[in-house]
C-alpha cells in the first residue's frame, strides 16, 4: 500500500504536531511503501521519501507512482496550500483522510471565531467535506469535535525511553509543565488561578510548579503579571523552553507532570510524560483524563478552576502513592502509544479506506 502524508511544519521541537507528523511518518514506513511532503520544504530527518513542494502548480512533487496512492493523509486543517492539492485526489478517485490534530474541537473552533467562520465557509468546508474520513487522535478528540465527519481513532506514539523515573522527592513536590505557553488553549489562566487558590497549600507542603515553553501571543507576559498580582513568586516559575536532554533531565527530577489544557488532539507532552514514568495531572481537556485516571498513572479533573484545585489537595495527599502512579504510567505509555504499535492500528485502518477507492476512474 502507498501512503502520502501531507503536512506544514517546521521541525520545531516545541511544537507537539511538529513531534507527532515524523513519528507517524516514520514508524509507517516499516509497514507500507511511504511518502511525505512539507508544503515548508523542511526536511525532516529519517524519512525515506520526501518528495518536493513547488508553489507554483502544488503537484510537481508527484512524480511517478505518487500521483496516485492509495491513500492521502493531510496533518492539519488550516493550511492554505491543501486548497491546490486535494481537488487532485478527489478528481482521481483517491480517499484522503485529514488529522486535525486538535483543531476541529469546539474550543479550538471558537478562537479567532468570526476568521475561522469566513474561512470555513469561503475556503475549508468543501475541502472537509470531502474527505473520506477524520484520523482523531483520541475519543476526546473525536467527542470534542464540533464536526460531525466519518472518523476513527488513531493515536500518537512514542519509542519508550531507557530511562525512567526510579525515585521522588523527599521534601515537598515538584510539579512540571513543558509545552507552549499559549495560555487560552493550554488553560494556564486556570492553573494559576488554582494555585492561588491553594497557595496556603503550595507554602506549607513545599510544592513548586515550573512551567517550560516558548511564548505564544505574548504569554510569557500575562503569566508574569498573574504570578506577581497573585503573589505566587514562592511557589511557580517560568522558564523558556527546553529540548533534549534538558528536557529529559526536567523530567526525571519531576514528581507531576501538569497539563490543564482546554482542548487537545492528542498531546505528545504527556505521551513522554508516561513514558518516563511520571505520574501525570491533567484535565478532562486534554482527552486523557479518564485513561490516565483507570490506568493509575495518575489524577485527572475538570477543566476549570475550581476542578483544578480540588484535584491539586488530593494530588498532594496521594504523595504516598507516587511509585504506584509512576509504575502505572510506564505501563500506560507502553500498552497505548508503543510507536509501532500504533503505527500498524493506523496502517490497518488506511488500507481499509483504501479497499473502498475508485482510484484511477
Not at 512524480?63 to 492539519?76: E, Q, S, Y
Not at 531507557?162 to 513536590?173: A, H, I, P, Q
Request: proline share 4%; with cysteine; hydrophobic share 45%.
Amino acid at each position: 500500500m502507498k501512503i502520502l502524508h501531507i503536512a506544514s511544519i517546521t521541525d520545531d521541537p516545541c511544537s507537539g504536531t511538529d513531534v507527532a507528523v515524523p513519528q507517524h511518518v516514520l514508524a509507517q514506513q516499516a509497514l507500507a511503501e511511504v511518502a511525505f511532503i512539507n508544503v515548508t520544504n523542511v526536511a525532516i530527518p529519517g524519512v525515506v521519501t520526501q518528495l518536493p513542494y513547488s508553489g507554483k502548480a502544488g503537484l510537481d512533487g508527484l512524480a511517478g507512482m505518487w500521483a496516485l496512492p492509495d491513500v492521502v493523509v493531510f496533518h492539519g486543517v488550516y493550511v492554505v496550500e491543501y486548497l491546490a492539492l486535494y481537488p487532485w485526489f478527489v478528481e482521481h478517485g483517491v480517499p484522503y483522510i485529514i488529522v486535525p490534530h486538535g483543531c476541529f474541537s469546539r474550543v479550538a473552533q471558537r478562537k479567532k471565531r468570526l476568521k475561522k467562520l469566513v474561512a470555513n465557509a469561503l475556503l475549508f468546508n468543501r475541502f472537509f467535506r470531502g474527505a473520506t474520513a477524520v484520523q482523531y487522535l483520541s475519543a476526546g478528540e473525536q467527542a470534542a469535535s464540533a464536526y460531525t465527519l466519518p472518523g476513527f481513532i488513531g493515536t500518537n506514539g512514542i519509542c519508550m525511553p531507557s530511562v525512567y523515573k526510579t525515585s521522588f522527592s523527599e521534601n515537598g513536590l515538584r510539579l512540571v509543565f513543558i509545552g507552549r505557553c499559549e495560555v487560552a488553549i493550554k488553560g494556564l489562566d486556570l492553573l494559576l488561578q488554582a494555585v492561588a487558590q491553594e497557595r496556603a497549600l503550595f507554602a506549607e507542603k513545599g510544592v513548586h510548579l515550573a512551567l517550560y515553553g516558548p511564548d505564544v501571543e505574548n504569554g510569557h507576559a500575562q503569566l508574569r503579571d498573574w504570578i506577581r498580582e497573585w503573589d505566587l513568586e514562592d511557589c511557580v516559575t517560568l522558564h523558556g523552553p527546553i529540548t533534549g536532554k534538558e528536557k529529559e533531565a526536567a523530567l526525571l527530577g519531576a514528581d507531576w507532570y501538569i497539563q490543564t489544557s482546554r482542548t487537545e488532539g492528542m498531546p505528545m507532552s504527556i505521551i513522554e510524560a508516561l513514558s518516563y514514568g511520571v505520574p501525570c495531572f491533567v484535565t478532562e481537556g486534554t482527552g486523557l483524563a479518564d485513561t490516565i485516571a483507570q490506568a493509575g498513572a495518575g489524577l485527572g479533573c475538570a477543566t476549570t478552576a475550581e476542578g483544578i484545585g480540588r484535584g491539586l489537595r488530593k494530588l498532594v495527599a496521594s504523595s504516598g502513592q507516587l511509585p504506584v502512579f509512576s509504575k502505572g504510567a510506564r505501563e500506560l505509555a507502553k500498552k497505548g502509544f508503543e510507536r509501532q504499535a500504533v503505527a500498524a492500528e493506523t496502517v490497518a485502518a488506511y488500507a481499509a479506506y483504501a479497499q473502498k477507492s475508485t482510484k484511477g476512474l
